[in-house]
């Protein structure tokens, strides 16, 4: 007498797996199903174990989040009497527009970058006026004594 295995049902769903009769019968249907299985394994034994050998913990899950933000500034360079600089504007590396400078030094590279596309961009024509105003205003404001904080600037509410 001789007994001969034809099919399994699979350890995972149920489903039958046909066996060709070489080699060690499959227990689940497909590689998806085996992996499932493995990982309800694996977690039951990790549950289990205390934490300090890789086990689960019942403390709320903490995260600590470190974010970086790079931002990419354009500067001009002056060698042997010819002015170096980038075509494009200072931007951040997300592609929003740079904002306010942070020092004196940004503050003057910004203005010269401001002048260069007041003589040389034909979109600032129409604003050149409001550029202007805004400027003389700002100037006023520096060559002044520093105003109190009670004070209005020039241009605001």
Same mark, same amino acid.
């Given at each position: 007498?001789?007994?001969?295995?034809?099919?399994r049902?699979c +350890?995972?769903?149920?489903?039958?797996?046909?066996?060709s009769? #070489?080699?060690? @019968?499959p !227990?689940?249907?497909s590689p998806?199903?085996? !992996?499932?299985a493995?990982?309800?394994?694996?977690?039951? $034994?990790?549950?289990?174990r @205390?934490v300090?050998?890789?086990g689960?913990?019942?403390?709320?899950?903490?995260?600590i989040?470190?974010?970086?933000?790079?931002?990419?500034?354009?500067r001009?360079v !002056?060698? &042997?009497? #010819?002015?170096?600089?980038? =075509?494009?504007?200072a931007q951040?590396l997300s592609?929003?527009?740079y904002t306010?400078?942070?020092?004196?030094?940004?503050?003057i590279?910004?203005l010269?970058?401001? !002048?260069?596309?007041?003589?040389t *961009?034909?979109? +600032?024509a129409p604003? #050149?006026e409001h550029i202007a *105003?805004a400027c003389? $205003?700002t100037?006023?404001?520096?060559r &002044?004594e #520093?105003?109190? @904080?009670d004070?209005a600037? @020039?241009? $605001? =509410?």
């Amino acid at each position: 007498m001789r007994e001969q295995l034809l099919e399994r049902s699979c +350890a995972w769903c149920g489903e039958p797996v046909a066996y060709s009769g #070489r080699g060690r @019968p499959p !227990r689940f249907c497909s590689p998806v199903h085996r !992996r499932r299985a493995w990982e309800v394994r694996s977690a039951e $034994e990790r549950a289990g174990r @205390p934490v300090s050998e890789g086990g689960r913990s019942t403390g709320p899950v903490r995260e600590i989040v470190q974010r970086t933000e790079t931002v990419v500034r354009t500067r001009v360079v !002056r060698e &042997s009497g #010819r002015m170096l600089q980038a =075509p494009k504007p200072a931007q951040r590396l997300s592609g929003q527009p740079y904002t306010l400078p942070e020092d004196a030094i940004e503050w003057i590279e910004a203005l010269a970058a401001l !002048r260069r596309e007041a003589v040389t *961009n034909p979109k +600032a024509a129409p604003f #050149r006026e409001h550029i202007a *105003n805004a400027c003389e $205003e700002t100037l006023q404001v520096l060559r &002044s004594e #520093r105003p109190g @904080p009670d004070e209005a600037l @020039p241009g $605001e =509410p």
